[in-house]
C-alpha cells in the first residue's frame, strides 16, 4: 500500500510540474480575440492539447485538391459559372484585381487548425515548411467552387490573398460558405478577427 500510495503521489506531483510547465509555455503575445474564443469553447481547446501532447496528434489537416484556373476571366463570369445561390455584390473586378496572367494547372489545399485562429497565424503557417504555400486568390477560390461545388456545404473557405478596402477603409476577403444545400460567395473581415474552427484557408502550392 505504502509503494502505491508513493507511486499515485510521484504521479500527481509530476503532473501538476508539467501543467507549471504548459503555463509557463503559453505564448503572452496571443491575441485577445483568439485568447477569447479558445475560453468560450473549452471543448475545441482540450482536443487540441490531445492532439499536440499525446503520441501521434497532429495539429492540422489538409485536404488537396487539383484547379484548373483562367486568370483572365473576369470575376462576374467566374461568379456566374459558379452557379451560387447568393453572391455578394462586393464580389466584383473592381474591388477584386489579379496581377495574375494567364491559365495555369495548380493544387490547391485546404488547411484546417482545428481551432480559432487569428489571421497573421494562418499566413505564417502556410509559408512554414509543412505547407509551402501562399494564401489562395479569389481567381483560384472561385475555380475551386466551380469544380467542387458540394464542398463549401460542409464548412466555410476562405481565401486570404485577395484583399478589397470597404467604403469605411474595412480590409474584407472572400469566402465560400454554405447553409444546408445552398451556396454562398460573401466577403468577411480580414484583421482583427478570430476565425471559428469550422473554417478551412484555401492556400496555393508554391
Keep these: 500500500m505504502a ?104 493544387t490547391v489545399e485546404l488547411v484546417h487548425f482545428h481551432r480559432y485562429v487569428s489571421t497573421s497565424e494562418v499566413l505564417r503557417a502556410l509559408d512554414t515548411a509543412r505547407h509551402r504555400c501562399r494564401p489562395a486568390e479569389l481567381h483560384e477560390l472561385l475555380a475551386f467552387g466551380q469544380k467542387y461545388p458540394e464542398v463549401q456545404c460542409k464548412f466555410p473557405i476562405v481565401a486570404l490573398g485577395s484583399i478589397w478596402r470597404n467604403q469605411e477603409g474595412t ?17 468577411h473581415y480580414w484583421i482583427n478577427v478570430a476565425w471559428g474552427e469550422i473554417c478551412r484557408f484555401a492556400a496555393v502550392r508554391k
Design 3 to 106: 509503494t502505491r500510495h508513493g507511486t499515485a503521489s510521484q504521479v500527481t506531483g509530476s503532473y501538476v510540474e508539467f501543467q507549471a510547465a504548459v503555463l509557463r509555455a503559453l505564448p503572452r503575445s496571443i491575441d485577445p480575440d483568439v485568447a477569447l474564443g479558445w475560453m468560450r469553447n473549452g471543448e475545441s481547446l482540450a482536443r487540441v492539447l490531445r492532439n499536440a501532447l499525446l503520441p501521434n496528434g497532429k495539429q492540422m489537416a489538409d485536404d488537396t485538391y487539383s484547379l484548373f484556373v483562367d486568370y483572365g476571366e473576369s470575376v462576374e463570369d467566374a461568379v456566374k459559372l459558379g452557379l451560387y445561390d447568393c453572391a455578394s455584390g462586393d464580389v466584383n473586378s473592381k474591388n477584386f484585381t489579379t496581377k495574375r496572367i494567364g491559365k495555369a494547372d495548380i
Design 171 to 187: 480590409r474584407m476577403v472572400p469566402y465560400l460558405g454554405g447553409d444546408g444545400s445552398k451556396r454562398n460567395l460573401a466577403t
